[in-house]
């Protein structure tokens, strides 16, 4: 449970992954992407977008060398595209025959449009065998700052600040061959509102 969306990306690469290994992503992608591939020591394989969707054909290619992992953006930032049901499960199967662990970050979740079909990644069959999510509150609810202690004004009462990010698994292990580690086993839960630690009651902030 890190402390924002970013923080929980970086630690899954820094689970999934070793110093120097490749990690794929799709530019055109929220810029921090390259800083966190950087954080965690990793080095960039870049599939880009084809068309403002996921260059599936491209992606199989990639995975196809092996890369340690494939950082997913669902829906993505910036073409605002959420991906289809049928296209996640491509990149199931993609990274299942390949051995790739996936981190999907799906902060925008909550903003999906009417109209379109947001699928969390972990709901596609197999997907909790192969990766993670990353979801967070914090980009719909506007809850950014309180993952930010120092600077954040401690209300009365509070005790620290308020995780904003979850990493959820669906549970079982998948191992990347290129990886010595494994996706984490458990899946975790906590409610979104409140102070920190969950001993010091919502209604004291
Ligand atoms: C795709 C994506 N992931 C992560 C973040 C940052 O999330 P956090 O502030 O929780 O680290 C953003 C912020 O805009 C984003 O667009």
Known sequence: MPTDASAGVVEMLRLFTNPGDRVVINPP????????????????????????QLDLPALDRAFATKPAAYVLCNPHNPVGRVHT???????????????????????????????????????????????????????????????????SPRRRGCGTWWPSCLVTSAGAAGTSPSSPRSPPTTRATIGWTGCWPPSTTAARC
């Open 85 to 151: 049901y049928e296209e996640l499960a491509a990149v199931v199967e993609r990274a299942t025959r390949h051995g790739v662990p996936v981190i999907s970050d799906e902060i925008h979740a909550p903003l999906a449009l009417p109209g379109a079909t947001y699928t969390p990644f972990l709901t596609v069959p197999g997907a909790g065998q192969i990766g993670v999510s990353v979801v967070s509150p914090s980009k719909a609810f506007n809850l950014a700052a309180s993952s930010a202690p120092p600077s």
């Open 29 to 52: 992608v929220y810029s921090p992407f390259f800083d966190w591939l950087q954080e965690a020591r990793t080095e960039l394989q870049s599939v880009p977008l084809g068309d403002r």
